[in-house]
């Protein structure tokens, strides 16, 4: 792990590539947060991202995330960004504050369920897979999308707020365009077409926050480039 005097260097770096990102396409700063992905590091990593200011960290395993909460500041607040498996979904709704990896009605159902048992109301994400890689979960055409989307925002303890993908790892950066500007289509005709805002974007990583920021991107998540390499 890291010193948090190197993390801090990496952080500014990372926020200026955020900022300079923003001012090439017009955009303003504020319009994008950062989400610093802290899985496989100690729990340092989110002590680290909470003393310099950050409010969330992003986890791939219920399970790492439920062990690290406990020793990371109270206030700090969890999101889980992997894929979520329907046996840990009591665990998900107790040690998350956002779930990003919604992929279908039957896992969107279980954490109304359970978000309900336990008296919350539970921000998520659709997960699509833009960029159709068979390797990435997610819904990978707009029906299938908009049938989730219209039955999630029926259920009562969840609060439908955006969309996240991962594109497919390439060395072309072309491909990770391609899948951020289908999934900023596909938000942005599914607003349209559900009248209401879905106002968060969770897209881009270390190698393609750029990119990201380009095609619309409301929420980066990036570990490498602030913690090391995994
Ligand atoms: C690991 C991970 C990230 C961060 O990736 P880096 O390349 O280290 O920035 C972002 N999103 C998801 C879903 C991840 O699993």
Redesign the pocket.
């Known amino acids: 792990m890291i010193s948090y005097e190197a993390f801090v260097e990496n952080y500014q770096r990372v926020r200026e590539r955020m900022a300079s990102a923003c001012q090439s396409c017009g955009r303003a700063e504020e319009s994008v947060k950062l989400l610093p992905?802290t899985?496989t590091h100690p729990f340092d990593a989110a002590e680290f991202a909470y003393r310099a200011g950050l409010a969330a960290a992003?986890e791939?395993r219920v399970q790492e995330a439920a062990q690290k909460k406990p020793l990371a500041p109270a206030n700090l607040r969890w999101e889980l960004?992997?894929h979520l498996q329907s046996n840990k979904v009591k665990q998900a709704v107790e040690t998350f504050d956002r779930i990003q990896t919604v992929d279908s009605l039957e896992l969107a159902k279980r954490i109304d369920r359970l978000a309900g048992e336990s008296g919350r109301l539970m921000p998520v994400l659709i997960q699509a897979n833009a960029g159709a890689d068979p390797a990435k979960f997610g819904l990978a055409d707009f029906s299938a999308l908009r049938e989730l989307a219209e039955e999630t925002v029926q259920l009562p303890n969840l609060r439908l707020e955006g969309l996240m993908t991962?594109p497919a790892l390439d060395e072309n950066p072309e491909v990770a365009r391609k899948a951020f500007d289908t999934l900023r289509e596909w938000r942005d005709r599914l607003a349209e077409e559900m009248g209401r805002p879905l106002p968060e974007l969770s897209m881009g990583?270390?190698?393609d926050l750029e990119i990201a920021i380009a095609a619309g991107s409301t929420l980066v998540?990036?570990?490498?480039?602030l913690f090391g390499a995994?």
């Open positions: 992905v899985k992003g791939n960004i992997g991962i990583m270390s190698g998540r990036v570990g490498s480039a995994r």
